[in-house]
């Protein structure tokens, strides 16, 4: 079955950076495109970034957008999300997520698998 699992979440002051991983298994992992979201206390979950595919195409949320990089390694299922100057606003619980269905990778609907996430805390 599909399983995914993030690490790298930690406690950081403003400023500072942090690369998540996501370990990914069970299914053929280079065919889905992949995202990560992230959900603060008291909001919604909301898609943070996604990579196709093979990785050529990337896109991003306009608060993370210059800050974070997501990528991934199909020789090694793995997704990373690195993150730059990290702002207390992106405080959050961050889930990587794959895509239902062998789609073309253009909408942060439709992820139906997720891992149980990894903490990031910013202070200022």
């Known amino acids: 079955q599909v399983q995914l699992e993030e690490s790298g979440g930690d406690s950081v002051e403003a400023g500072g950076s942090l690369t998540l991983s996501c370990a990914a298994s069970g299914y053929a992992y280079h065919t889905y495109c992949m995202a990560w979201f992230r959900q603060a206390p008291g909001k919604g979950r909301e898609g943070v970034a996604r990579?196709?595919?093979?990785?050529?195409?990337?896109y991003y949320a306009d608060s993370v957008k210059g800050r974070f990089t997501i990528s991934r390694d199909n020789a090694k299922n793995i997704l990373y999300l690195q993150m730059n100057n990290l702002k207390p606003e992106d405080t959050a619980m961050y889930y990587c997520a794959r895509d239902s269905f062998l789609s073309a990778c253009t909408t942060f609907s439709g992820f139906a698998y997720w891992g149980p996430g990894t903490q990031v805390t910013v202070s200022s």
């Open positions: 990579v196709s595919s093979a990785g050529r195409r990337t």
